[in-house]
T-cell receptor
Framework: NAGVTQTPKFQVLKTGQSMTLQCAQD?????MSWYRQDPGMGLRLIHY???????DQGEVPNGYNVSRSTTEDFPLRLLSAAPSQTSVYFC??????????????FGPGTRLTVL | QQPVQSPQAVILREGEDAVINCSSS?????VHWYRQKHGEAPVFLMI???GGEQKGHDKISASFNEKKQQSSLYLTASQLSYSGTYFC?????????????WGAGTKLIIKP
């Protein structure tokens, strides 16, 4: 099993550009989530999904879109990049969240810089 | 709403013990603990549920005091491999909105 994979590992964008961060998992997990991690602030939830076709907003959703057309993939789209979106982005997945969130498996992260 | 972790950082000698606390202003359903090494992804340690027992594996254990809305992580006889930043994530109910709210982290440095 590859676990949770993310691409790219590093990305530099100019203000106003758009891009998609890719996330895939091969563990048949229902729950997938996107976090951003900024120095001294821990992890903040951007969007999450409890299954294919179902997505919802987290703590800091503005400027980001997601979709979940398959169980395996959960891409994160930056609509118009801003310097405030410079961060490390982690994708995570876990089994069946219906009785509370379970152990999450994190991808290796994408380090994004917006100039 | 973000839980408060204390201390922010701690430096230990190998073999010493450490306690990391996670306090919330809201009643909690569960507390999740993860460790993150520099430049790597967070790795799961354990989950403590409301009404559940203290958990542990190897020399790392944790407790959950529901009345105080607080969890503590105990690292006994610390090893060099325990170095990293420890995060707690909190969930306010089992069917809330499937969201974890994370603390800012506690940096643990173990010296030989």
């Amino acid at each position: 099993n590859a676990g949770v994979t993310q691409t790219p590992k590093f990305q530099v964008l100019k203000t106003g550009q758009s891009m998609t961060l890719q996330c895939a998992q091969d563990m048949n997990h229902e729950y997938m989530s996107w976090y951003r991690q900024d120095p001294g602030m821990g992890l903040r939830l951007i969007h999450y999904s409890v299954g294919a076709g179902i997505t919802d907003q987290g703590e800091v959703p503005n400027g980001y879109n997601v979709s979940r057309s398959t169980t395996e993939d959960f891409p994160l789209r930056l609509l118009s990049a801003a310097p405030s979106q410079t961060s490390v982005y982690f994708c995570a997945s876990s089994h069946n969240p219906l009785a509370g969130i379970n152990e999450q498996f994190f991808g290796p992260g994408t380090r994004l810089t917006v100039l | 709403q973000q839980p408060v972790q204390s201390p922010q950082a701690v430096i230990l000698r190998e073999g010493e013990d450490a306690v990391i606390n996670c306090s919330s202003s809201k009643a909690l359903y569960s507390v999740h603990w993860y460790r993150q090494k520099h430049g790597e992804a967070p790795v799961f340690l354990m989950i403590l549920l409301k009404g559940g027992e203290q958990k542990g594996h190897d020399k790392i254990s944790a407790s959950f005091n529901e009345k105080k809305q607080q969890s503590s992580l105990y690292l006994t006889a610390s090893q060099l491999s325990y170095s990293g930043t420890y995060f707690c994530g909190t969930e306010i109910s089992a069917d809330s909105n499937y969201q974890l709210i994370w603390g800012a982290g506690t940096k643990l440095i173990i010296k030989p």
